[in-house]
């Protein structure tokens, strides 16, 4: 079963606007946590924003920010004022606490955000 | 260096041969993770490694995969009789992963580029 569910292969945004990219994801565990990394076209990948499940806050990150709703298990990623430099792939992941330490961290297919001048 | 370290670079093997990918984790960091990433693909989740516990190899997608952890620090990763659609991005990750400590991003290595002829 499909852990992580990213729906939008791809996105474009124009630069200066917001932009949501979405994220649901499917578990039992009540104890567990929310990453959105960032990999350029140099193929590196770079953590953006955590959220926990017990975290009673949305988590932000300078002009990223986490929409986190629990009950639908969703965690969209809202980047504000959109860049040319934002233009990547993004990808949500999970980390379950699970009952035997084996917290895995499991990553959805994807966004391609494309920025335009 | 301070960050996860992968070896080759870029690997180039013909169909039949095996290969073997290392990875150099950060120092203390207690779990390492491999990911596989077709071009322009999510990451696929192949062995996760944590402590002393048993690794996680639900990921493995043959018994021609196999990987290796010395000493709670570098890894191994194996492919035997390597097949074309083994070619792909190899990942490896590590992070500071603790039973009920869920923030722990994982840190990447820069990949190793396999490509089978």
């Known amino acids: 079963a499909q852990k992580i569910t990213q729906t939008q292969p791809g996105m474009f945004v124009q630069e200066k606007e917001a932009v949501t990219l979405d994220c649901t994801y499917d578990?039992?565990?009540?104890?567990?946590?929310l990453f959105w990394y960032k990999q350029p076209s140099s193929g590196e990948m770079i953590f953006l924003i955590y959220q926990g499940s017990y975290d009673q806050q949305n988590a932000t990150e300078g002009r990223y920010s986490l929409n986190f709703q629990k009950a639908r298990k969703s965690a969209n990623l809202v980047i504000s004022a959109s860049q040319l430099g934002d233009s990547a792939m993004y990808f949500c992941a999970m980390r379950e606490e699970g009952s035997s330490n084996t917290g895995k961290l499991i990553f959805g297919q994807g966004t391609t955000l494309q920025v335009k001048p | 260096g301070a960050g996860v370290s992968q070896s080759p670079s870029n690997k180039v093997t013909e169909k039949g041969k095996d290969v073997e990918l290392r990875c150099d984790p950060i120092s203390g960091h207690t779990a390492l993770y491999w990911y596989r990433q077709s071009l322009g693909q999510g990451l696929e989740f192949l062995i996760y490694f944590q402590g002393n516990s048993a690794p996680d190899k639900s990921g493995l997608p043959s018994d021609r995969f196999s990987a290796e952890r010395t000493g709670g620090s570098v890894s191994t990763l194996t492919i035997q009789r390597t097949q074309q659609e083994d070619s792909a991005v190899y990942l490896c990750a590590s992070s500071l992963d603790r039973q009920f400590v869920m923030n722990t991003e994982a840190f990447f290595g820069q990949g190793t580029r396999l490509t089978v002829v």
């Open positions: 578990t039992s565990d009540p104890s567990y946590g």
